[in-house]
């Protein structure tokens, strides 16, 4: 049971352009969401977060929306670098515990 | 700050054999956790700690993997009798926020290659 789906595994974006990344999940408990970075061989990077309570949360280049509704979350990197070529991984905190439940990844690749 | 730092940093064994990983997380944080990656999915949480305290286990872990972090300071997670289903990345992270500013700094993992 994925309760929090990428469902694109990849993306190509031209340099200077935006690059969007989506992130679903099931559970309308989950109240905090964060987004890493990982490179080959290298651990995740934490990225941006944003608590339910807000829907957008901006951090130079990168900026996080949230729409409750329909329990989505996007990332938007803009513009886009070639330094940006990495798998991006969204993930939730479980409610009630410290645990965090993270997507199976979108792999981006910036061209250019 | 030295970040959280994992030994080795690739472990290559035969099946059967056991493997220990060693984590050592940011000093000052309270809080330790492992996770797994395969190739094309995300990290899959195994264990946390608060301090010493194992608070919760994933129950996808079979009873040959066990964690443990003795005095709330480095963790090792030992896996007995591996198998090659068991090759993986092996993640650890800390933390010590709370809430909404809470955040998982990651090391660079262990790659277990099970032959």
């Known amino acids: 049971d994925q309760q929090v789906k990428q469902n694109s595994p990849s993306l190509s974006v031209q340099e200077g352009r935006i690059s969007i990344l989506n992130c679903d999940y099931t559970?309308?408990?989950?109240?905090?969401f964060l987004w890493y970075k990982k490179y080959p061989a290298e651990g995740p990077t934490f990225l941006i977060s944003?608590?339910?309570?807000?829907d957008k949360n901006e951090d130079g280049r990168f900026t996080v929306f949230l729409n409750k509704s329909a329990k989505h979350l996007s990332l938007h990197i803009v513009p886009s670098q070639p330094g940006d070529s990495a798998v991006y991984f969204c993930?939730?905190?479980?409610?009630?515990?410290?645990?965090?439940?993270f997507g199976t990844g979108t792999r981006l690749k910036v061209l250019a | 700050d030295t970040g959280v730092s994992q030994d080795p940093r690739h472990k290559i064994t035969k099946r059967g054999q056991n493997v220990t990983f060693r984590c050592d997380p940011i000093?000052?944080?309270?809080?330790l956790y492992w996770y797994r990656q395969t190739l094309g999915q995300g990290p899959e949480f195994l264990t946390y700690?608060?301090?010493?305290?194992?608070?919760?286990k994933s129950r996808l872990l079979s009873d040959r993997f066990s964690a443990e972090r003795p005095k709330g300071s480095f963790s090792t997670l030992e896996i007995q009798r591996t198998e090659q289903g068991d090759s993986a990345m092996y993640l650890c992270?800390?933390?010590?926020?709370?809430?909404?500013?809470?955040?998982?700094?990651f090391g660079s993992g262990t790659q277990l290659s099970v032959l």
């Open positions: 700690f608060q301090n010493e305290a194992q608070l919760e």
């Open positions: 992270a800390s933390t010590t926020g709370v809430g909404t500013n809470e955040k998982l700094f």
């Open positions: 993930a939730a905190s479980v409610p009630g515990t410290y645990k965090y439940i």
């Open positions: 944003i608590s339910s309570i807000k």
């Open positions: 559970n309308s408990m989950f109240d905090y």
């Open positions: 000093s000052e944080h309270n809080r």
